[in-house]
């Protein structure tokens, strides 16, 4: 049994022994936990992610005439002004307010710029009170002259995450990447048996006031994160899937940007990787072995991305060692892998904090309370109204033709149901394809008379269990108005169309409903 | 040797690489290609003991012919070396190193453009 005051004794003489967890596994598997306790006093973690829950309070100081901020853009981005007269918090995720840059330029750029040193333009408007008459401000700031500039990542630093594929074949833009159609690639963001709360599985030495590299700077754990859950499945101690969380503080001004970076998922939005290192003092045989845990003995779920509900589908478990192989198997194919986070950047640093530490430069903090380490479980948001299935809607007896059918035989039905689409099935009813009335049209003027040339085979389709706001996203992302239903055996069932879709949400409007 | 063919629109109905192809002992592989009634660009790939002689011949038809030595480019600063891009290459080209550095490798790339489209620091350029 050591003490973080007697660890901290060592590093101010010099004489802590410090490793990166990476070094630690081998220590581990080399003396086992035992040894390990006695020979090693530090464990430092690392991982550069991208952590969308990630922001800044700033404090801009008050002009002459005052002005109580209402709304404040930062380089065309907004913050959240809803605080004091001059505070506003600016939170990584937001997209530019100008539709041009949108998600090219949001808030995790005007962090990354604010670090840089960049001139950032403040355009800051106000309702006008006695205290404060101004109503317009318009300058430019740089993050010297700010007051203070305080990083608070509401969630950071998940403990372990999902592994994402993608079942259809469309290709998906996720938070976890670009997604290729039938499970054509995987990616993952934890980094492993690096990262800092695999390491402390159970937080027995991480908690309120632990002091932390945060973007190469001091920064403290200041709580646990939202979302922040324990009760889950664990292998060797360690959660597979997502579950503990942090919240962190540090001060803006004195961080590196070779520790942070604003990015922006494809399609999905601005983001900003943190990069962020924890001490782990190991005080006991117990925090040594699960600081000696391998990639190997990482266990997390590949979940399919193509299903856009909250419990998506695992399709299998793996763990750390095969992802960073390259490739996994799935579905007896060989399917190439990318990680997420910068796996090079999070060895760097676990390396400087290492050095740090070494040097005497980084003592560590005994926190004032732990992280709940039981007792939490992640409660979903529950929908009064909840989702109207498509398999609820009323359908009309659906009109099918057959692939041998006479181009002019189809063109009656269309006229004689007055409908527009019109599927394609076989004898069994199973989906061919898809023909409108346009298609119809378009043969007749190009002289064509099979209705195999004419259709389209790649049918856009709504499937029975899929809740209709889900369908409705389909039409708009395809610019289609109206897709077959089929049920799992791709048999058709009826058609829903961009109509019955806006009738729905009028219905629903009027019930006082949300929109879709 | 990897290289954009330009066509004028006069030349894009004639069989120039078929004859190409049948004339010389070489393999080629379009990569890419960009053809309209106003002309068009081809990214190929051309190699074989006579592939000197075929791409000469290939200049003679009327087809411009511009050696690539690039396909796409990595902005060493910029890229976090997140590794997001390997598993979208379609042709391998994309690997992690020892040290975990993302490293792309333009002998192999075709220019699909798949890795900088979804790069999210926006670090990788596509020649065009
Ligand atoms: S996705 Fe972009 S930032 Fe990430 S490794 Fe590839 S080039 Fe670098
Ligand atoms: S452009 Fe296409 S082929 Fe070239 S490296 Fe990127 S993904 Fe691979």
């Known amino acids: 049994m050591k003490t973080i005051n007697e660890i901290n004794q060592k590093i101010k003489d010099g004489d802590a022994v410090v490793v990166t967890a990476s070094e630690m596994t081998e220590i581990v598997a080399e003396n086992g936990p035992k040894e390990a306790a006695r020979e090693v006093d530090v464990v430092t973690t690392g991982t550069f992610g991208a952590m969308c829950s ?39 995720a937001q997209p530019n307010k100008d539709p041009e840059l949108g998600l090219d330029y949001g808030g995790a750029h005007v962090i990354e710029d604010l670090i840089k040193g960049e001139e950032i333009e403040l355009v800051a408007e106000a309702y006008g009170t006695d205290c404060y008459p101004l109503k317009h401000v318009e300058t430019l700031i740089t993050l010297d002259k700010l007051n203070q500039a305080i990083m608070v990542n509401p969630r950071n630093c998940y403990q372990n995450y999902a592994v994402a594929v993608n079942s259809t074949d469309e290709t998906l833009y996720t938070y976890m990447g670009t997604l290729l159609p039938n499970y054509g690639n995987v990616t993952y963001s934890s980094a492993g048996e690096l990262s800092p709360l695999i390491n402390d599985p159970y937080f027995q030495t991480i908690g309120f006031g632990t002091k932390v590299f945060l973007c190469g700077a001091e920064g403290y754990i200041v709580g ?19 579950a503990g969380t942090l919240m962190l503080k540090g001060d803006m001004k004195k961080m590196n940007p070779e520790f942070l970076r604003a990015a922006t998922m494809p399609k999905y939005g601005p983001t900003l990787y943190v990069g962020v290192g924890i001490p782990i003092p190991v005080l006991n045989e117990d925090i040594a072995a699960s600081t000696g845990i391998s990639d190997e003995d990482i266990t997390c779920k590949v979940v399919d991305y193509g299903v856009p509900r909250r419990e998506r589908p695992v399709v299998k478990e793996t763990n750390y060692k095969e992802l960073k192989s390259g490739k996994i198997e799935i579905n007896g194919m060989e399917v190439p892998t990318s990680p997420l986070s910068s796996l090079k950047k999070a060895r760097i640093i676990a390396e400087e904090l290492k050095k740090l530490i070494e040097k005497s430069e980084f003592l560590l903090t005994s926190p004032i309370y732990r992280l709940p380490s039981r007792g939490y479980t992640l409660r979903p948001l529950e929908i009064r109204k909840p989702s109207i299935l498509v398999r609820e809607l009323e359908s009309k007896p659906v009109i099918v033709t057959h692939p041998d059918e006479n181009i002019k035989e189809v063109a009656r039905k269309l006229v004689e149901n007055n409908i527009n689409h019109i599927p394609v099935v076989d004898e069994e009813g199973i989906l061919q394809g898809i023909v409108t ?36 996203r389909r039409i708009d992302k395809y610019d289609i108005s109206g897709l077959p239903i089929v049920d799992s055996d791709n048999k058709v069932k009826g058609i829903i169309t961009a109509e019955d879709i806006s009738r729905l949400v009028g219905k629903k409007m009027d019930r006082g409903g949300e929109s879709i | 040797m990897k290289a954009w063919l330009r066509f004028l629109p006069s030349i894009i109905g004639k069989a120039i690489i078929s004859e190409t192809i049948k004339k010389y002992d070489i393999e080629f592989n379009i990569l890419r290609a960009h053809i309209t009634p106003r002309g068009g660009k081809m990214l190929v790939e ?9 791409i000469k011949f290939i200049e003679e038809q009327g087809i411009e012919v511009n050696p690539i030595i690039k396909v796409v480019k990595k902005d060493k600063d910029k890229c976090i070396d997140c590794g997001a891009c390997i598993s979208l290459c379609p042709v391998k080209a994309i690997n992690m190193e020892e040290d975990w550095t993302v490293e792309i490798d333009d002998q192999i790339c075709i220019g699909c453009g798949f890795c900088a489209k979804s790069c999210p620091t926006k670090s990788i350029i596509l020649f065009e």
């Open chain 1, 54 to 92: 990630s922001g800044a309070f700033l404090n801009f100081g008050h002009s002459d005439p005052p002005i109580k901020m209402a709304r404040t853009y930062l380089n065309g981005v907004e913050l959240y002004s809803g605080l004091a007269a001059v505070d506003a918090y600016i939170g990584a």
């Open chain 2, 46 to 54: 051309i190699s074989g003991p006579e592939e000197k002689e075929s």
């Open chain 1, 437 to 472: 009335s346009w298609d119809i049209a378009d043969a007749v003027a190009k002289g064509k008379t099979s209705l195999q040339d004419v259709m389209t085979k790649k049918v856009i389709i709504a499937r029975e269990d899929e809740p209709v706001e889900v369908v409705a």
């Open chain 1, 224 to 242: 646990e994160g939202t979302q922040h859950s324990t009760d889950v499945e664990r292998r060797h101690g360690v959660p597979t899937t997502s």
